[in-house]
């Protein structure tokens, strides 16, 4: 697959927030690189603690402005921090995979965070007693 050659994979806004690109992207190990802050925040769960070392953000009016170069931009990248941010990839891919034989997969990050918002607001009084 191209995603599967490739270092960086664009994920540009689409009509969601959420695209299933994205999901590919780093199932593949490609480095995504957003264009949107709605895209950068969707599945909390599954990429909050990694994520700034896993994507590539790019401001988008600047951008849509012509202020800024994606070639120069991603050329810019350290080939030291590629590498990190590969490395990253690599280590919690799985977690946006879904999988009936994975303990770990995207379905196991979803309910464990279903979980702990579900205990966060019932210790805050949102909600009744679990």
Same mark, same amino acid.
């Given at each position: 697959? /191209?995603?599967?050659?490739?270092? +960086?994979?664009?994920?540009?806004?689409?009509?969601?927030?959420?695209?299933?690109?994205?999901?590919? #992207?780093?199932?593949?190990?490609?480095?995504?690189?957003? +264009?949107?802050?709605?895209?950068?925040?969707?599945?909390?769960?599954? *990429?909050?603690? *990694?994520?700034?070392?896993?994507?590539? &953000?790019?401001?988008?009016? =600047? +951008?849509?402005?012509?202020?800024?170069?994606?070639?120069?931009? @991603?050329?810019?990248?350290?080939?030291?921090?590629?590498?990190? %941010?590969?490395? /990253?990839?690599?280590?919690?891919?799985?977690? +946006?995979?879904? #999988? &009936?034989?994975?303990?770990?997969?995207?379905?196991?990050? /979803?309910?464990?965070?279903?979980?702990? /918002? =579900?205990?966060? %607001?019932?210790?805050?009084? @949102?909600?009744?007693? @679990?």
């Amino acid at each position: 697959s /191209t995603k599967g050659r490739s270092i +960086f994979c664009l994920e540009p806004a689409g009509d969601s927030p959420y695209r299933k690109s994205l999901s590919d #992207s780093i199932t593949y190990g490609c480095i995504p690189v957003l +264009f949107s802050d709605l895209t950068d925040e969707v599945a909390p769960w599954h *990429w909050r603690k *990694w994520r700034d070392q896993g994507r590539v &953000l790019v401001p988008r009016k =600047a +951008f849509a402005e012509g202020k800024v170069d994606l070639k120069t931009l @991603l050329g810019s990248i350290p080939p030291r921090l590629v590498r990190l %941010m590969q490395e /990253t990839i690599s280590q919690y891919a799985r977690e +946006f995979q879904y #999988s &009936l034989e994975d303990d770990h997969d995207g379905i196991r990050v /979803t309910l464990d965070g279903l979980d702990s /918002t =579900a205990r966060s %607001m019932e210790r805050q009084g @949102l909600c009744a007693k @679990l």
